[in-house]
T-cell receptor, first 112, second 113 residues
Framework: DAGITQSPRHKVTETGTPVTLRCHQT?????MYWYRQDPGHGLRLIHY???????DKGEVSDGYSVSRSKTEDFLLTLESATSSQTSVYFC???????????FGQGTRLTVV | QKEVEQNSGPLSVPEGAIASLNCTYS??????FFWYRQYSGKSPELIMF????GDKEDGRFTAQLNKASQYVSLLIRDSQPSDSATYLC?????????????FGKGTKLSVIP
């Protein structure tokens, strides 16, 4: 298995609070991604990174920010959580542009 | 908006039969195609990838690609109950510097013993 660890695995938070999810990889992969997965919508890209300090927005980036200060870590921040951000969040990494993505175990986030 | 379309299912097949999963995509320039399997409550895991037109076989799995029709499929021969999962089709976006995969919503497969 690819060495991708997401933390926390489960979190319940209140509306309006900031939340940071962490993705840590030991594969030295260049590309990292944050997806959310919701029933009826499948996997949707939130943000991605193509190198340290190089990030870009995905399909559903509103309300989210990311940072990548080291190759191995990619952080996803919800500045002010809303109930619509209740979801399962997956981190994924790729070693090269034209290869498959490997997924972390997922984080189940509930905003109440 | 680049789209990847899959029949959501559920697709039910008897054990030992062939399961056929289909996917169409809108980005005509796409070059790389992936099939992932996702068990309930788990993360997606890669089953196969295909880059060239035609068939690619790996054990009980065969991926088929037709770029002219913008169509990719996955055949599972001798289906087993353990194959029951949601299958996700993913397409790498075309364009210079593009590193993204766009996923379909997935097809839920149920293999009946």
């Amino acid at each position: 298995d690819a060495g991708i660890t997401q933390s926390p695995r489960h979190k319940v938070t209140e509306t309006g609070t900031p939340v940071t999810l962490r993705c840590h990889q030991t594969e030295n992969h260049r590309y990292m991604y944050w997806y959310r997965q919701d029933p009826g919508h499948g996997l949707r890209l939130i943000h991605y990174s193509y190198g340290v300090k190089d990030t870009d927005k995905g399909e559903v980036s509103d309300g989210y920010s990311v940072s990548r200060s080291k190759t191995e870590d990619f952080l996803l921040t919800l500045e002010s959580a809303t109930s619509s951000q209740t979801s399962v969040y997956f981190c994924a990494t790729k070693g090269a542009a034209d290869t498959e993505a490997f997924f972390g175990q997922g984080t189940r986030l509930t905003v109440v | 908006q680049k789209e990847v379309e899959q029949n959501s299912g559920p697709l039910s097949v008897p054990e030992g039969a062939i399961a056929s999963l289909n996917c169409t995509y809108s980005d005509r320039g796409s070059q790389s195609f992936f099939w992932y399997r996702q068990y309930s409550g788990k993360s997606p895991e890669l089953i196969m990838f295909i880059y060239s037109n035609g068939d690619k076989e790996d054990g009980r799995f065969t991926a088929q690609l037709n770029k002219a029709s913008q169509y990719v499929s996955l055949l599972i021969r001798d289906s087993q109950p353990s194959d029951s999962a949601t299958y996700l089709c993913a397409v790498r976006d075309s364009g210079a510097g593009s590193y993204q995969l766009t996923f379909g919503k997935g097809t839920k497969l149920s293999v009946i013993p």
